[in-house]
């Protein structure tokens, strides 16, 4: 069994400061973790993964993500936020193939000027 | 390379109506995935399908849903006599291979069902 838990389903930054959204997930087997985001109206977008290689992994736009086994967690950051962050973002969890991705309810990110 | 294209983008219907969701997937790929995202919940896995064939429907409610992902043409998620609980937004998602970790799933901008 697996599941993900995103620990805030909003957060508010302001543009220039860093952003961390948190991300804990539970998996009976050694797991691939992934986060996308969502602009309005488009589709998912891959921000980055971790399938068991390096535990940093670094993403598109800046953001990055690091694996920590002990604390069951693949929080997602970034330095610097930009207005167009602004979007919802999914944490996901697997430990096969496409049909079995089980998502989180996901965290809408506000950047304000 | 246009992606997955997903259509109608939005799709109004009344109770009882059928509900017929498209699914292009990028070209290449030949496994289609279908998710569901219901009103503050997350995406939750529905139906995987090859071509002309459905691998997993372990997501799929029982009754009114099927799906199909014939030889030629797109894959199709059809929904008969819609209910109230069915308003969700319906995603796509394609892949060249049964996706393995190191592999992606690409995923289309969704269908949004809203069923009056």
């Known amino acids: 069994a697996q599941s993900v838990t995103q620990l805030d389903s909003h957060v508010s930054v302001s543009e220039g400061t860093p952003v961390l959204l948190r991300c804990n997930y539970s998996?009976?087997?050694?797991?691939?973790l992934f986060w996308y985001v969502q602009h309005p109206n488009k589709g998912l977008q891959l921000l980055l993964k971790y399938t068991s290689a390096a535990t940093l992994v670094k993403g598109i736009n800046g953001f990055e993500a690091e694996f920590k086994k002990s604390e069951t967690s693949f929080h997602l950051t970034k330095p610097s936020a930009h207005m167009s962050d602004a979007a919802e973002y999914f944490c996901?969890?697997?430990?096969?193939?496409?049909?079995?991705?089980?998502f989180g309810t996901g965290t809408q990110l506000k950047v304000e000027l | 390379n246009a992606g997955v294209m997903q259509n109608p983008r939005h799709l109004v219907r009344r109770r009882g109506q059928e509900a017929r969701l498209r699914c292009s997937p990028m070209?290449?790929?030949?496994?289609v995935y279908w998710y569901r995202q219901l009103p503050e919940e997350g995406l939750k896995f529905m139906v995987y399908?090859?071509?002309?064939?459905?691998?997993?429907e372990s997501g799929m409610p029982k009754e009114r849903f099927s799906a199909e992902f014939p030889k030629e043409g797109p894959s199709i998620l059809r929904i008969q006599q819609v209910v109230r609980g069915d308003s969700a937004a319906y995603f796509c998602a394609s892949s060249p291979t049964g996706f393995s970790g190191a592999n992606v799933l690409t995923f289309g901008a969704g269908s949004r069902l809203t069923v009056l």
């Open positions: 399908l090859q071509k002309e064939n459905i691998i997993d």
């Open positions: 998996s009976s087997y050694s797991p691939s």
């Open positions: 996901v969890v697997t430990t096969g193939g496409g049909n079995k991705l089980t």
């Open positions: 070209k290449g790929h030949s496994h």
